[in-house]
């Protein structure tokens, strides 16, 4: 498996200094507002935009594309650099090292990527809820190679274990994904926000087969019942197939629910724990010294009471 090992962050957006190593198969960032978890994630996203051939997602979409289009950014990309030249370096264990250099010119900024290429196996995968709920774009693009690999069937298992409804297939029909159960087939653009999240994000999910994944505030439109369900089995899909993950969250539910779901798929070992929870805090500078948790800390932390997410109150 091709996975992240660690990332550097210099003056990239609101952050003035930031390492991670010793990342997990799962990375879990929390903290307050403002504290920078999407700007790390997107640092590497934009950074391995340069190692993917092409810079593309496995939607075929441009990566910082994404990015642009979620935050409704200007193509110069002048809000990236905090002060003076930024850059991103993002070490791969069974890769080359990847960098991308981000430069200040006058108003603009150039990026500029280490020339590195990865192999064709290695994948990137992106999942904005806010953004991605609605775009009917992903069964119709991903569709073909699940059905090919009969990833259609455990999709339809999920869905049935994430709402409790029955769900015999999943079938594209006249260009819309139809959800057939026992009575109906209904189309999923008529499904309510949480479905067409939770199937939308598994599909993506299912088409990373050696690489990286990114989910921005996976418990967008989830139910607490069905967000406990859907971290079981995103974290055994990274069990069962070699995709790191890199997810944010606001919600304490999903840490919650991935602590739970690491030590059951561990079963009790810490040292085979997928999950590394990274909390994030910058200080009055911009410098974050992350804070890693694992999952048998964040679960005796909830247990004492301690809200994981506002661990700077305990300093």
Not at 7 to 16: P, S, T, V, W
């Amino acid at each position: 498996m091709a996975k992240v090992d660690s990332l550097a962050l210099e003056n990239f957006r609101g952050i003035a200094r930031c390492e991670l190593h010793g990342l997990a198969p799962i990375n879990l960032f929390i903290g307050r507002n403002n504290s920078g978890k999407s700007s790390v994630v997107e640092a590497l996203a934009r950074g391995l935009a340069y190692v993917v051939p092409q810079g593309q997602d496995v939607r075929g979409r441009t990566i910082s594309g994404v990015w642009e289009q979620e935050r409704g950014e200007p193509a110069s990309h002048g809000d990236l650099v905090r002060a003076g030249a930024a850059s991103a370096a993002v070490s791969l264990a069974g890769l080359v090292a990847a960098n991308l250099r981000i430069l200040r010119h006058g108003d603009s900024v150039r990026l500029e990527p280490h020339p590195r290429q990865s192999p064709d196996t290695f994948g990137f995968g992106e999942y904005l809820p806010g953004l991605d709920a609605r775009d009917a774009q992903v069964e119709k693009m991903l569709w073909p190679r699940l059905l090919a690999t009969r990833e259609d069937r455990a999709l339809a298992d999920h869905l049935t274990t994430l709402f409790g409804t029955t769900v015999e297939s999943l079938q594209l029909f006249d260009g819309d994904l139809m959800v057939v159960g026992k009575e109906q087939g209904l189309r999923l653009r008529v499904h309510g926000s949480g479905v067409r999240a939770a199937l939308r994000m598994l599909m993506t999910v299912a088409a990373v087969r050696d690489g990286v994944m990114v989910i921005e505030e996976l418990e967008a439109f989830q139910h607490p019942r069905s967000l406990e369900q859907l971290t079981a089995i995103v974290t055994r899909a990274q069990a069962e197939r070699p995709v790191q993950f890199f997810v944010t969250t606001h919600s304490l539910e999903c840490v919650r629910a991935f602590a739970r779901a690491a030590v059951e798929v561990a079963s009790g070992d810490e040292s085979k724990s997928p999950l590394a929870v990274w909390y994030l805090s910058p200080d009055a500078a911009g410098v974050i010294e992350p804070r890693r948790l694992t999952a048998s800390m964040v679960l005796g932390l909830d247990e004492l009471g301690t809200d994981v997410r506002c661990l700077d109150e305990m300093r």
